[in-house]
């Protein structure tokens, strides 16, 4: 029989109460340390005071109202965001998929306002994942995500991950518009694309006259060390999604773009009921606040190094459990030897929780405002687990 929960998820049989920084109370009592986030979503760990206050006053004041009205909590975070990138205009939703469907009408638009409207399709990248909505399962394209699902969206075109010459080739093509790529790509096992790439994609679009669209649902919002990760790379999109960490726990999306990306989305062109309401803004400004003040930034930076040097100890005591560490700042993974589910749930027996991906990879996701101290016990319990690992490889 169907259990009342519709069964897409496959879940660990744990389940929490409690959460406090770094750590989580499972229901029996036992604490974990969480290097997992939510999957990159608790960006300032579990009951950060500034969020907790932030979302109680504004519930003591007011819920929602509506975006028939001004909301002063949406043009405080827009103000913020707009400071703090490329952007001149941001929309809110209450995810990243939501993101995703913007950046995906927003490109149309764009070009249906030019005098070439036949560029409607968005170049995308084999491992990419975008969200579960038709749109983005379209643009990630892999089976794993559509099988079923069709008939998909038209207007999308999938490359190879790192076939320059396919994508020189297909970025020239008439009916492209836009590029769109995540620049740590998390769900596919923590690929980040290089600096050079991201470089060359930027150049490619003012080549062709192309959006460039950055999925920075996952790596972005301090997750990199970088307030986005593709400030690393010293170039700037045309549209940003971002959604998990800018809400530090409260489902927030928003979508960033300039104000040439966007010249189509005048009033009555997209919406959303929840989208930018108080409660979100209000707490999203607090996770900006924090990730913006002077210092927090170097403090991750620092801490990532802290964490990759530790996990580097830790792959090399156990070649026959892990092969390698790759990803930047908080945002890494253990590319496994050994399955990487079988790291994760050992780690749930040793008490840390992380998260498997695509590639045998197991991804270590921590709160940016993880201690070094919590890193080091982290990793020890992590060395529990391959230790775990080993011996079953051994008896088997
Ligand atoms: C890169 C990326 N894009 C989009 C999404 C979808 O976001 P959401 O689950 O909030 O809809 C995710 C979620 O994991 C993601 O990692």
New binding site residues.
């Given amino acids: 029989m169907i259990s009342p929960v519709l069964p897409s998820y496959n879940r660990a049989k744990l389940s929490f109460v409690k959460g406090e920084g770094s750590w989580m109370v499972e229901a029996d009592g036992r604490r974990f340390i969480d290097f997992a986030s939510g999957?990159a979503v608790m960006s300032l760990g579990h009951g950060h005071p500034a969020l907790v206050r932030a979302l109680t006053d504004q519930a003591n004041a007011l819920w929602h109202t509506s975006n028939l009205y001004v909301v002063p909590q949406q043009e405080a975070l827009a103000e913020r965001l707009v400071e703090h990138t490329f952007a001149d205009t941001v929309f809110f939703c209450n995810?990243?998929?939501?993101a995703?469907e913007l950046a995906v009408k927003m490109a149309r638009k764009y070009w249906s306002e030019s005098d070439t409207p036949e560029r409607t399709t968005i170049l995308t990248f084999e491992g990419a994942?975008?969200?579960?909505s038709i749109a983005?399962i379209s643009a990630a394209g892999s089976e794993k995500l559509t099988k079923g699902f069709g008939p998909l969206l038209p207007g999308f075109r999938q490359l190879a991950f790192a076939d320059h010459e396919a994508l020189r080739a297909a970025a020239a093509a008439p009916d492209v518009g836009a590029i769109m790529v995540?620049p740590v790509q998390?769900?596919a096992g923590i690929r980040p694309l290089p600096d050079a790439c991201l470089k060359g994609l930027r150049d490619l679009c003012d080549e062709h006259g192309l959006l460039l669209i950055f999925?920075e649902?996952?790596c972005g919002v301090g997750r990199t060390g970088r307030l986005f990760a593709h400030e690393w790379a010293g170039i700037t999109p045309d549209i940003m999604?971002v959604?998990?960490g800018i809400g530090g726990g409260y489902p927030l999306?928003a979508l960033l773009a300039t104000e040439r990306a966007a010249r189509g989305m005048t009033a009555g062109t997209h919406g959303s009921t929840y989208g930018g309401n108080p409660l979100g803004c209000a707490v999203g400004v607090a996770v900006m606040d924090e990730i913006t003040r002077e210092g927090f930034l170097d403090e991750v930076r620092q801490k990532a190094g802290f964490l990759r040097q530790r996990l580097e100890g830790l792959v090399a005591a156990h070649p026959d459990v892990f092969e390698g560490v790759r990803g930047s700042g908080l945002m890494l993974g253990l590319k496994c030897q050994a399955t990487n589910t079988d790291v994760v749930a050992a780690g749930y027996d040793a008490q840390i929780l992380t998260v498997p991906a695509a590639d045998n990879v197991v991804r270590v996701l921590p709160a940016l405002t993880i201690s070094e101290a919590e890193i080091a016990e982290g990793v020890a319990r992590l060395d529990t687990a391959a230790s775990a690992v080993s011996r079953k490889i051994a008896a088997a």
């Fill in positions: 999957i995810s990243g998929t939501e995703t994942f975008h969200g579960r983005a995540e998390g769900e999925d649902i996952q999604m959604a998990k999306g």
